[in-house]
């Protein structure tokens, strides 16, 4: 879910447009917000529309409130005020219990070593805009053509109305209408028919269904090869995943909907080379959730809660309904609301990346895939040649596999809210990355590798 850049620094003060209540300036249990962060040297902004003020501190830390209300988010939490929080004189107050907690938090990370690492690399390919305006292109997949790799495609979500398929120079090789497809992921050598498939499915938001198709390499077609709908019992269906299991050999489709809710489905060829859907496992998140990813190797799925944090689950069908680990957290620093996209990227001998889109900075975040996922860096992706960079990204994808001799080391992909071109803003689209500028650019460099084939993953769980 794209939001709007709200976090430049407006020159407005918060509610200058709207009528001034009562006094508040001698009432010592309130403190003028804005005034008492900008002493701090903090970012803050205000969003006229939902009468809510924004402000990011120095170390990076993130809080919000909202005028008339009692619930706030600071560093990734959110606590309830006994006092709502008011405008008078066209300035906000807030109970100086919050601003006593927001200075508390601005005393945290000092030391320069605490700096959060954040690296620049420049966009180099980008697919041709979407056809649909405002907020359409959503999330993208990498198919790996086995035969040609440099003839691999990306096939992605146009949630106003489709999926479409783009060559690795960006050109629109299909498009199909089916629904408000959301979230996308594919998987390869599915057993279908007597025969191996390489499947892509998505969540179809129309429809409330998972759909799955297989995939015609060469031409990059698609076919619906569903047998019944499967259909979710969740109000909308959003986030999605899919996850072999190299354990059991089972493919399982993932799904997350907007009020937290989780739910996974076995596929399995019916008899009639057709894929049916069966509910193997449910759990509820406390907040809208829709980033997800499933490391096959390791059997974990990692689920971004949009407002919250990154959760590490079993992604086996009786791994249990409770996070193994949080992963991170929204607090404003690696990860600022809403995290969105997540994406793995496979070295050699189980080694790798986790990363997560940040939406609310602009941002990417890092994070090693194995053990307990400590986090490594940051990255943006500025304007290239001809090119521009990406804000406000939603779905990521990253591939550790050569693609040719345009992207020798794997590429990675993401979703562009805002794309311009000579200045003049078109639909949106997806960027692209050749893997070695991210690699490079971090310090100390990250692993690069060329001929780690998504086809030919090793199970690396207990047993």
Known sequence: MSKRNTWLISILVAGMMLPAGGSYAADSDFAPLREQLEKIGAEVSWDEEDRTVMYKLKNGIAGIVTIDEVKYRLAGKEGKLSTPVKLSDQKTYVPNTLMQSILAENAKYQDPKDAIPSVAVKAQGETEAVDSGDDAADDPAIWVDSMDPAKSKLIATNKAGGILVYDLDGKQLQSYKVGKMNNI?????????????????????????????????????????VDKPIKSSMGEVYGFSLYHSLKSGKFYALVLGKKGEFEQYELSDNGSGKVTGKLVREFRLATQSEGM????????????????????????????????????????????????????????????????????????????????????????????????????????????????????????????????????????NFKIVGWEQIAKAIQPNLDMQNSVDPRKLVQRSAK
């Open 185 to 225: 992921d594919l998987r390869y050598d599915f057993p279908l028919g007597g025969k191996k498939a390489d499947i892509v499915a998505a969540t179809n938001r129309t429809t409330n269904t998972i759909d799955v198709f297989s995939v015609s390499g060469d031409t990059g077609e698609l076919t619906n090869i």
């Open 293 to 428: 990813v499933a490391d096959d190797e390791y059997g974990h799925i990692y689920i971004a809660e949009e407002d919250a944090a990154i959760w590490k689950y079993n992604a086996e069908p009786d791994g249990g309904n409770e996070a193994i680990a949080q992963v991170d957290i929204a607090d404003g620093r690696r990860l600022q609301d809403d995290i969105e996209g997540l994406t793995l990227y496979y070295g050699k001998d189980g080694s790798g990346y986790m990363i997560a889109s940040s939406q609310g900075s602009n941002s990417y975040a890092v994070y090693k895939r194995e053990g307990n996922n400590p986090y490594i860096s940051n990255f943006t992706i500025a304007d290239g040649d001809n090119i521009d960079g990406t804000s406000e990204t939603d779905g990521i994808d990253v591939l550790s596999f050569g693609l040719g001799a345009k992207y020798p080391n794997g590429i990675f992909v993401s979703q562009d809210d805002a794309n311009y071109e000579n200045g003049k803003k078109l639909n949106q």
